[in-house]
């Protein structure tokens, strides 16, 4: 069993920049992928990024490659979200999951965080 915890959302400009954590509970975090996950009201959830297990391979959404940044620290149980360049359409929850296999389908995943709120105004 894992727990996820996200902080780190907000109210920013557009050009701004915010980073998301993901903390989670459990010895055994540095098993898993790590994926981020957002969706907009009534919008379903879509992939953003995902990191591997190390840390090794990452892969992100065409609509924030060059913007986001997925990283993990395994010592401190937690993946982080780099979010730069911000545009109003990035306005969502912001949601971290793990699973054991590194894709962008919200099927791979078996534990889903909260959720933070990041609103991007223009």
């Known amino acids: 069993q894992v727990q996820l915890v996200e902080s780190g959302g907000g109210l920013v400009q557009a050009g701004g920049s915010l980073r998301l954590s993901c903390v989670a509970s459990?010895?055994?975090?540095?098993?898993?992928?790590m994926g981020w996950f957002r969706q907009a009201p009534g919008k379903e959830r879509e992939f953003v990024a995902v990191?591997?297990?190390?840390?090794?391979?990452?892969s992100y959404a065409d609509s924030v490659k060059g913007r986001f940044t997925v990283s993990r620290d395994n010592a401190k149980n937690t993946v982080y979200l780099q979010m730069n360049s911000l545009k109003p359409e990035d306005t969502a929850v912001y949601y971290c999951?793990?699973?054991?296999?590194?894709?962008?389908?919200?099927?791979?995943?078996?534990?889903w965080g909260q959720g933070t709120q990041v609103t991007v105004s223009s």
């Open positions: 999951a793990a699973g054991f296999f590194a894709r962008p389908s919200t099927t791979s995943y078996a534990y």
């Open positions: 990191i591997n297990w190390n840390g090794g391979s990452t």
């Open positions: 459990g010895r055994t975090f540095s098993r898993y992928a």
